[in-house]
Nanobody, 122 residues
Framework: QVQLVESGGGLVQAGGSRRLSCAASGRNGEYYHMAWFRQAPGKEREFVAGVMWDGTRTSYADSVNGRFTISRDNGKKTTYLQIDIPEVGDSAVYYC???????????????WGQGTQVTVSS
């Protein structure tokens, strides 16, 4: 069992920056492929970014590629999402998730955090 806790959400101005964190606890939490998803009101949850368990490969949705950066520190069992040049359309609840099979948008995500709200103001 792995528990995921997100933090770092809040209000950010368009063009600013924000870093989200996802702390994992439990057995072998550092060996899962990790990803960030988001869900805006009235929209389906969507994949944002993913990273392999060892941090060697990353994947991004086209809408955030070049503006967001996913990374992880396995020693701290923490995954990060650096949000740069945010846009109003990036406002959503952001969730981190852990996959035990596959990674990126096609991973099988079996553990989820509770989410953290990011609101981008114009």
């Amino acid at each position: 069992q792995v528990q995921l806790v997100e933090s770092g959400g809040g209000l950010v101005q368009a063009g600013g920056s924000r870093r989200l964190s996802c702390a994992a606890s439990g057995r072998n939490g550092e060996y899962y492929h990790m990803a960030w998803f988001r869900q805006a009101p009235g929209k389906e949850r969507e994949f944002v970014a993913g990273v392999m368990w060892d941090g060697t490969r990353t994947s991004y949705a086209d809408s955030v590629n070049g503006r967001f950066t996913i990374s992880r520190d396995n020693g701290k069992k923490t995954t990060y999402l650096q949000i740069d040049i945010p846009e109003v359309g990036d406002s959503a609840v952001y969730y981190c998730a852990a996959s035990n099979h596959g990674w990126g948008p096609d991973g099988r995500y079996v553990y989820w955090g509770q989410g953290t709200q990011v609101t981008v103001s114009s």
